[in-house]
């Protein structure tokens, strides 16, 4: 009897600080693969069938800005391969980087061990080390300390870390598909009809520019046969590591609150035109033109990777596709799980409270953002297919077995566009395992197929009945029969008695610390001014308007540190936080 395997693509959707929703979220996924890989040993080895004895690998992992970042470290934790789950809130660090990266951030942890001293992350945001007058400020808030974070996970990597660590879920070809926006265009062309005249030998094409790029890193990479097709994932090795830290500083780039960052000699021209045919089906029987390459090297400035590319499923599925071939709609045998921690959903508005009457400059400048954006958003039809397994799974938090209803996702590190969370550990502490408990509830609840044992194409043919007593799940038809699902991933933790959906190891949202935030309004006017000084170096020739300018450059900076106290306290209360 041949095993059935299930192959799983996670696509992890930008977040900014939120990311500590999805990192405790893959925390748990892991952790259930990983305690019933052992399980299905222990099995093998007592002659027993008490759980179901299928296989998932995951094969991809794709990510966008703070998922692309948890897609990394996510990849690092097993490539490692000391990783140990949290399953307690923890005040010292725990040696999970899933959990120290995205919890801790980079807090100085002497603010927990009650001397108080020390900064934490947002304070170290508030520095002005980063503005040099001469040239600008490169983001709203200072960066340093997501580099420190992004440094920390590779630099702090095992001795032993390589390939051969992989548990056996996590495939040995990964792919890992990170998504990042490109500020200098990458264009191709499409070819119009050839007319020849006296004055024009052809018609000129007509060009098309794509701003979205897709760092597409193959774990086994072959220097040979993959060159310019993938890119390595050599973590140990000098320019690879670096070149793995910058993407990971990349994607989370978040346009002009974080510093873009700049790539020279990184990215070669044909890998990028190479990635574009595939992305774009650009083969060779359409009628497009790429440019023939000028420079071996494509030289742009990277911001957010969620900017264009939001929830990178399509490329997670493309890659399943070209692997594993024509998807099964009656039995499914791959597919992908969307973790998104800001639903569009939640952001939609009812059709008819909206007016689409746009008559005035200022409105249509207003519509015009995001509409640009929403249209580079757009998913390519091929992605689309029936048959495709597509999944998603978004912050809930349940009150007697019903959703509890809120205007905005349950999270603690929501507020403020996704940059709460940097204000306060807490809200990082609840969001991890809010993920972890929306992980495990999503497992046992949702990530089912249909069982038939008797049907070899079935996913969990030859299951035991004692599997299928202890795990499945009885849907009731339209027609009144009843089918048996069973999980595609069996959390083990069910059969231990825990099966209560509504419990949470962080019960209650944490509070917004109004005195303590304002304890920042210096800070937070110090980097204002600073912005406005090395912003204003150079554009204000005229003399007589210098020292207006600086003698009006605090009145201002105080005006917009009031006005950014106001609206921070406004969001959080508006969260009943």
Known sequence: MSKQTFHLGLSLAGAVSAGAYTAGFVDYLLEALSEWEKAKEEQADNKSSNIPNHDVIIDAIGGASAGGMVGMIATLAMYSGNWKPVKKISNTKTGNILYDSWVFLDDDLSLY???KSGKSTFEKMLDTSDI???????????????DAIAERVFNELSTDASLDNFPKFMSKDLRLLITLTSLRPLDYKVKLSRIKSKFLDATPAHRVSSHDIVAHFKLNYDELKDKNQYLPFHPKNLKSKDFLIKVTKATGAFPIGLKPRYFDNEFTTSYLNNSLKVRKSLVEEK????????????????IDGGTINNEPFDE??????????EPNSENPKFGTVLIDPFPSFFDAESVDSINYKVSSIMGILGALVP???????NKQSDTYGVGLFKLMSFPRKL???RMEIREHPPLATGALEGFGGFLDIKFRQHDFFLGRDNA????????????????SNNLFYGVSDEAIDAFKKNVEQKDGSVK??????PDLSKIDGDTNPTKYEVEDFPKFDSKAFKNLKKPIKNRIKAILKAELKGRVKTWWLKPLVSLFKGLIASKITNWVIVQVEADFKHRKM
């Open 113 to 115: 061990d009650k001397t």
């Open 132 to 146: 040099h007058p001469e040239v600008g400020a490169a983001s709203l808030l200072n960066s340093n300390p997501i």
């Open 287 to 302: 009628d497009v033109f790429i440019e023939p390459e000028v420079s071996p090297n494509f030289q742009f400035t990277a």
């Open 316 to 325: 997670v599925l493309r890659h399943l596709i070209n692997k594993h071939g």
């Open 371 to 377: 509409t640009i954006l929403n249209q580079a958003r």
């Open 399 to 401: 009150k007697s077995g």
């Open 440 to 455: 495990r509830n999503f497992l046992r609840g949702i990530l089912f197929l249909e069982c038939d044992k008797e049907d």
């Open 484 to 489: 048996v699902y069973m999980p595609i991933i």
